[in-house]
């Protein structure tokens, strides 16, 4: 049990430290950036209603692009919302987070965690080889989205592996799985990953910018 | 026989799987001669699931009782062929509780050295009571 | 040496009938986990083995463990195999006592020299030899002395195995396991606290019938039954699969006999044959009488954070360390954010 005493403790530890030290550091230093000067009359007042509006309009696509861009969009929210259940709706998942914030949620059965987990990870799997055929976005991929794929990927890889067992003993996988999410926490907010905490705000500030320009959101 | 049920109460996982043997087993016994012996000691029986596979099982025409270093139940059940056999210790505890597929269990007939044995001691009340009559 | 008696001799002079050793054979096999099959083999070797000399040495320990052997009430198939060691040595059990206790001790060392197991129930203190001492002798002395000329040592229970509760943080007594003292000798560990009963005869049987000890796993405990994971081996794992948990000890989970995981059932980390061998004759294990397993046959089982914390909770430190990283977060951040602005005003002044 030694490996997953470190796991749980040490490995853990320093993840949910790295994560939270990081993503409140992302999010002050650009929320206290200085925007950039605009010399510009502004078309409409902008407000907060517009940041609310592209975050939701963004949401969807727009129908020029619907055709081509529906096959990544399928495997994005399939990804996203594999990812939240998964993640949020595992039992066991639900009392770690109880044991680190006191709240308490239903789950599902284990069955359609898994079931979902299996989906989840194929759409992983998806989506990495589209990234390395399409030359555009291959071209336009650097060592940050390979690295969040990987570390995005190992806790969902490692997960489903637990209840198949392979010969390997629970509490080895078990540590395994944890030691890939604190290392998922470690890297999260300083990479690409960081649009989990980022998206809205980026998406709201379009919003804003493409208000006061006037354009049509 | 009644589905495993999903939910509530306690789970019936082993009784189904333990019938699929024990029919396999009698395969075996009418094709091959072939005996099988089924330890329910190391098997997870939740409560009640022992019950409701000796339930299953039923009682046939057969009831033994034997007595060597305690007791032993032994029965035929509803399926000729299929043995079920109760071993207790000599303070009346359980110590081993099988299910033999065979035509009769092993441990119910006369054993060579209990017969050896046997016949040494009729041998000595014959010759002792053929010394009384001579004298 | 005097020839000890073979168990065939033993059983005869008890007038055992064959068909009684046949039964005796049968419940081995059951107790070994070994297959039916195995019985002719078995009867084969038990007729010809002879009684083990067996010294157990008992040190900072509860006496829970020796308890939990002789409440398998006697006479038993295991009180038989106890006829059939020879157990020259337990200071709590002999009639013996005193030097005369330590010279059966001695006497028995001295007859089946390289031959005879030692059983130990405790875990031995290094931090102070007076911490615990038999006939004022220390038990790491005594450990050292007995088990030189032994044929394999066998450790029982938690303490002996890994250390246990007088080994728990913060180890007062500098205690340590058989093993972290026995190192040339082959050392069985039978941890849980206390070991299922018929797991300690099982292993003396193991070494009476075939005369060589069980296969055994990393922490070195039989295979045959800390094989499995008691999660593995629960009657309730399907209520865990279907997501039917008990909330707390009284609720409608609880009564229904869902799985106790959310409770803090350490049965997916913990391998042992609760499930399997159960408890008093077979009646019941903690999960089936509705309490969570607590891992008592892993090390450090007492420091795991807690018997009632699910296993998947994280065991890290509490919520000031977390406003701690709060603040150096902002910290970093407001640093960052007014280095940019500085760049920026600089930008634009250089214009």
Known sequence: MELLDFARGPALQFGLYAFVIGTVWRILGILLLAAKPDHSAARKAGGFMAALKVIYTRSFTADAFKQDTLYPKILGYLLHIGLFVTVFLFVPHILFFKGLIGLEWPGLPNNIIFFVGVITAGVGVALLVRRLTN?????????????????TMAPIITGIIIPIRFGVRYETLLAVHILSVALLLTWLPFGKLAHAFLVFFSRGTTGLVLERRGAKT | MSAPNPFGESPRGNVEPILNEVMHALDRLLDDGEATVIDLGRLPFGPGEIEELEGQLGTGEIKARLDALGASRIRETIYP????????NTAGELAGRYIEITRVPDILTSQEADIAAGRARLHELISRSEETALQ | MKQKPTLGEVLQAKGVSRRGFLKYCAATASLLALPPAMVPRI????????????????????????????????????GLIFDSISLDYHHTLQAASGEAAEAARHAAMEENRGNYLVLVDGSIPLGNPGFSTIAGISNVDMLTETVADAAAVVAIGSCAAFGGIPGANPNPTGAVSVSDLVTDKPVVNVPGCPPIPTVITAVLTQFLTFGQL????????PRAFYGQTIHDRCYRRPFYEQGRFAETFDDEGARKGWCLY??????????NACATVKWNQGTSFPIESGHPCLGCSEPDFWDDGGFYRPVSTARIGGGAAFGTAVAAGAAIGVAAAAMSRRRQQKTIKEG
């Open chain 3, 214 to 221: 069980p296969d055994l796993d990393h922490y070195g405990r």
């Open chain 3, 43 to 78: 009867a084969q070797a038990l007729e010809a083995a002879r009684r083990p000399s067996v010294i157990w040495l008992s040190f900072q320990e509860c006496t829970g463990c020796t308890e939990s052997l002789t409440r398998s009430s006697s006479p038993t198939l295991e």
């Open chain 3, 262 to 271: 959310k409770l803090g059932c350490k049965g997916p980390i913990t391998y």
């Open chain 2, 81 to 88: 062929g299929v043995w079920w056999l109760d071993h207790y």
């Open chain 1, 135 to 151: 030359p555009v976005l291959k071209l336009i991929s650097n060592f940050d989205d390979y690295f969040s794929w990987l570390v």
